[in-house]
């Protein structure tokens, strides 16, 4: 047990949980680390089964981090382990420059989990339910009141705070759920699944939530979701994980390189006669799709699109084709999600930031 | 504290959350009116009749531990609460330790309640002191050791239909050469052996001996009360190994 002790060994405060003043000094110091997330080829495994296996990634401070992967990849696993809630049977981490194993009474101080399946006292209601919990994280009673008043405001549940949580919904315990993880202030909140069974005006305030505490209050947010468009929209970096092993990890522009996908953009022409002896003059690498009853055709031109777009349009009206619409086509996360997760084999030196050359072997199931 | 009040406002919210202590004292008044005017049971010496609302009032202080205490934990896993608490920075022994004095308070008030039983009964006596500070001490020792097996059995089983069976299957164990014994089979070695090292006969056999046979020396239940104090000191140890980390499984 840790004391907060004098300079001549008298102990000042006897009260537990207590501490020496050279032990919060140093965790101050590591906190001050600039990776928010540090994972050192964890491995958690239960008898024969690896559920997650040599993990190695970083997160950085302020990140919004997508964390993917199928059912059962070891996604909520990996955030429980770096939660403190499960101990890793090989390899370390650090969260805010703090050992998980050593330091997990002082991450849990500053670190929030929405878990995937939250339970509640039903017979709580809201404010109580926020301010049990303030409690337990010593917060003093004027500042949890003002705490549980703002976060059942910004989670939309003020109006409801005095019913029972017994009588609440899916989405509104799920709303709750976000509030307490919000009660100490963390500096990086864990989500697992925020959004799921939310209507879409919660979805949407959730993530008008996530946007505001990163870009305000400068919180780290680890998300874990199966619901990519809500990744895609918030998330600058996601790793994708799958059977417990590191697949790729790197901003969606990384990802979608590392699966030879890139950008381009479609340009909608009208369908005129000799068309494709027209095309053929064109000096861009294109593809034509299926058209609009054959009247508009898409051209999706994938190659060469680092040259001004007005050039490419140019060369278009040159041929004398007329255009009907131009806009951007991008691999979507959904596709590179596939890809990566259809991986057969894979070494965890090819994650983005080695640099180092993927060699993807797609399964047939996603070809 | 803030836990142990958590635990103590959920015992007793609404009506339904007290029931129980008004169906503690229906019980007690059923048993002190029929010990007092049944014809049968009121020809019995007042120190056997005192010894018997005495046994009534452990073994209910036991029942009703043993049956919280199994479902302490495991309740808070099986609603999904206990993650979210275990994310808080108070410890898992932190946690064992509120939740089993929370049970030990509704024991105090259990036992609280029972006291004018327990007065009215011995009326006419000088057995009133004994039978209440005995019945204290024992009840309060007996609690605390139950609770603290119990919350263990509920941390390690998970679930609260295995713990309560499990913790029922030791308290009908500790109870039974008490309730279930007859005088014969008291007598038999096996009887002899299990009454020694059980610390509910220990307890029973004290208490008979100051309320019936007015053995009231504290030298003369010395022998009775080290094996009690020996059973929770055990598990006291039990509990603070067991309780010091959990781990809490995706599955889960």
Redesign the interface.
């Known amino acids: 047990m840790i004391e907060i002790v004098a300079e001549k060994g008298r102990k000042i405060l006897p009260t537990k949980p207590t501490f020496h003043v050279h032990d919060l000094i140093m965790a101050d110091q590591k906190m001050n680390n600039n990776n928010s997330i540090s994972c050192m080829g964890i491995t958690k495994t239960y008898r024969n089964f690896k559920a997650v296996d040599s993990l190695t990634m970083d997160v950085n401070q302020g990140d919004i981090f997508g964390f993917l992967g199928p059912n059962g990849a070891g996604k909520t696993t990996t955030i429980r382990m770096l939660c403190g809630l499960l101990s890793p049977s090989a390899g370390h981490a650090m969260v805010a420059g703090l050992d998980i194993i050593k330091d997990s009474t002082t991450i849990r101080k500053i670190i929030g989990l929405l878990p995937e399946s939250s339970g509640f006292y039903n017979w709580m209601n809201a404010e109580e339910y926020l301010l049990h919990f303030a409690a337990l994280y010593k917060i003093e009673g004027s500042t949890a009141m003002r705490r549980t008043r703002e976060l059942l405001e910004s989670v939309g549940l003020a109006d409801r705070s005095s019913a029972p949580i017994g009588y609440y919904s899916r989405g509104m315990k799920q709303r709750l759920g976000l509030a307490r993880s919000l009660i100490n202030e963390p500096r990086i909140i864990f989500l697992d699944e925020p959004t799921l069974g939310l209507d879409p005006k919660g979805q949407q305030d959730i993530q008008k939530i996530l946007l505001e505490l990163n870009h305000e209050k400068g919180v780290t947010i680890f998300l874990s979701s199966h619901a990519l468009g809500d990744v895609y929209s918030l998330c600058n970096r996601m790793a994708i994980v799958n059977h417990g092993e590191l697949v790729a990890q790197g901003s969606i522009e990384e990802l979608r390189k590392l699966v030879g996908g890139s950008n381009g953009i479609v340009v909608s022409i009208l369908n005129s006669e000799g068309l494709e002896k027209k095309l053929s003059n064109l000096n861009y690498k294109f593809e034509i799709n299926a058209g609009k009853n054959n009247k508009i055709i898409d051209i999706s031109i994938f190659e060469g699109i680092s040259e001004s777009i007005n050039e490419i349009l140019d060369s278009i009206k040159k041929i004398d084709l007329h255009i009907y619409e131009v806009r951007r086509s991008e691999m979507s996360l959904e596709d590179v999600f596939f890809q990566l997760t259809g991986t057969k084999e894979y070494s965890q030196e090819n994650t983005i930031g080695n640099n180092h050359k993927l060699e993807v072997e797609q399964s047939s199931e996603y070809n | 504290m803030?836990?142990y009040r958590?635990e103590i406002s959920?015992s007793f919210?609404?009506w339904r959350g007290s029931a129980w202590i008004i169906a503690a004292s229906l019980i007690f008044s059923l048993v002190a009116y029929l010990l007092l005017t049944d014809k049968e049971l009121s020809l019995l010496d007042q120190g056997e009749m005192l010894f018997t609302l005495a046994e009534v009032i452990i073994a209910l202080g036991i029942a009703m531990s043993a049956v919280s205490a199994s479902s302490a934990i495991s309740s808070?896993i099986e609603?999904?609460?206990?993650?979210?608490?275990?994310?808080?920075?108070?410890?898992h022994s932190q946690i064992a330790i509120q939740k089993m004095f929370s049970i030990v308070t509704t024991w105090a008030i259990l036992y609280l309640v029972s006291i004018p039983y327990l007065i009215v009964v011995a009326s006419g006596t000088n057995l009133a002191l004994s039978a209440v500070l005995y019945v204290g001490l024992y009840g309060t020792l007996l609690v605390i050791a139950i609770s603290m097996i119990s919350i263990v059995i509920s941390w390690r089983l998970k679930s609260s239909k295995n713990s309560i069976m499990m913790t029922l299957m030791i308290v009908l164990i500790l109870l039974a050469p008490s309730l279930f014994f007859g005088t014969s089979l008291k007598k038999t070695d096996f009887g002899l052996a299990l009454e020694n090292i059980n610390p509910v006969s220990q307890a029973m056999n004290s208490m008979d001996n100051i309320l019936v046979d007015n053995e009231q020396t504290y030298l003369q239940q010395i022998s009775h009360i080290l094996p009690v104090i020996a059973f929770t000191f055990i598990c006291t140890l039990i509990f603070v190994v067991f309780t010091r980390?959990f781990?809490?499984?995706?599955a889960e």
């Open positions: 803030m836990l958590h959920g919210y609404s808070e609603s999904g609460t206990l993650e979210s608490l275990l994310l808080t920075p108070i410890t980390k781990e809490v499984k995706s």
